[in-house]
Nanobody
């Protein structure tokens, strides 16, 4: 089965950290860019970060300096390290595979994982 699976979400206090993982099953991530997206209740989905197949990265302004995206092709996994979390980071986070960052054409999506930042 070809799929992306997110893990690592949960409840964290403001200022805390979480690391999300996006693991591919049934295909290799090597030639894909991987984007992280999030959707908060009542809001539209927004792009958070993306890493190209070559390792180039970009970030939304709201997370720049706090989040770090990385990939480990040997493990067929992309990570999103989230530090200094704020309540406004609360959302369902999704990863998606695309041919290049910003293509807007996604071959695979994960099922999403909840991140809640609250005291």
């Amino acid at each position: 089965q070809l799929q992306l699976v997110e893990s690592g979400g949960g409840l964290v206090q403001p200022g805390g950290s979480l690391r999300l993982s996006c693991a591919a099953s049934g295909f290799t991530l090597d030639y894909y860019a991987i984007g992280w997206f999030r959707q908060a209740p009542g809001k539209e989905r927004e792009g958070v970060s993306c890493i190209s197949d070559g390792g180039s990265t970009n970030y939304a302004g709201s997370v720049k300096g706090r989040f770090t995206i990385s990939r480990d092709n040997a493990k067929n996994t992309v990570y999103l390290q989230m530090n200094s979390l704020k309540p406004e980071d609360t959302a369902v986070y999704y990863c998606a595979a695309e041919t290049h960052c910003g293509s807007m054409w996604y071959d695979y999506w994960g099922q999403g994982i909840q991140v809640t930042v609250s005291s």
